[in-house]
């Protein structure tokens, strides 16, 4: 399938990604939005299909780190981990950490309402690149790949000494907005001996995140995690938009 951009125009970008496609179309689909393809006729696939397949290799790739780096940990907990490193939040970050959205190819709708930094679209996103990882070299490569761009999440969740999610979003809250985050519970479901807490994480009155756990502390460093990602990515890219307008 021939690409509609010039030879070597994703350079860059496949410098962060550290792979150089063989098959160039593979990385053009992975950054074609379906709005795209519905504003413009004749143009190559949407990246949903390679949005799917990303999704599954990344899965894998992560429960392989997790039972490498967590021998004694129990199927459960290996399963909240990984739930914490793949998510909407965290995947967005991981696309704004590269630029991700500049590339993406959007239909007019979704440029003029901030397409290029919507958490979900860059989620999707980044896991379609990496399935078109995939079908261009494989799973070994793709293992290579995520090890670099995701081991220093894993060993932080992994690592009992990493300072705590909590004292993290504090910390950052405290520095950057000078202000604190407040948390709620939202529910509790079960029996005593059984619950399960929701609580939300508050900037204000504006809530960043949601999350449950067993207890009530679970169910906070979570919610304070995911809060911690959404207000790092916010940051990122309005330092992006900032060097574009001033570029």
């Known amino acids: 399938m021939k690409i509609r ?8 970008l496949e410098g962060h990604l550290g792979h150089t496609f063989r098959d160039p179309a593979l990385l053009e689909t992975a950054l074609t939005h379906k709005s795209y393809v519905n504003e413009n006729a004749g143009a190559p696939p949407h990246n949903e299909r390679l949005e799917f397949l990303g999704d599954a290799v990344l899965g894998l790739a992560v429960a392989s780190m997790l039972m490498a780096a967590c021998p004694d940990r129990s199927e459960g907990e290996l399963s909240s981990i990984r739930s914490r490193i793949v998510n909407e939040l965290s995947l967005a970050a991981l696309a704004t950490e590269i630029d991700l959205g500049q590339w993406l190819y959007l239909g007019r709708g979704e440029e003029i309402t901030g397409g290029r ?6 989620a999707d996103a980044y896991e379609a690149v990496l399935g078109a990882i995939y079908q261009d070299t494989g799973f070994d490569y793709v293992m290579l790949i995520l090890a670099r761009l995701l081991g220093p999440q ?11 999610g909590k004292s993290l979003l504090q910390e950052w809250m405290q520095g950057q907005l000078r202000t604190r985050p407040r948390y709620e519970i939202m529910a509790q479901e079960g029996p005593d001996h059984d619950k399960t807490f929701e609580v939300a994480v508050w900037l204000d009155n504006r809530e960043l995140s949601r999350a449950r756990g067993k207890s009530k502390r679970e169910a906070e460093q979570r919610a304070a995690e995911q809060a ?5 990515t916010e940051a990122e890219a309005r330092r992006v938009s900032t060097n574009q307008a001033q570029g």
């Open 117 to 122: 930094y919507k958490t979900s679209l860059l």
């Open 5 to 12: 951009a010039q030879p070597g125009a994703y350079a860059v």
């Open 154 to 164: 894993v060993r932080q969740m992994t690592d009992s000494g990493t300072q705590d």
């Open 228 to 232: 911690l990602i959404v207000l790092r």
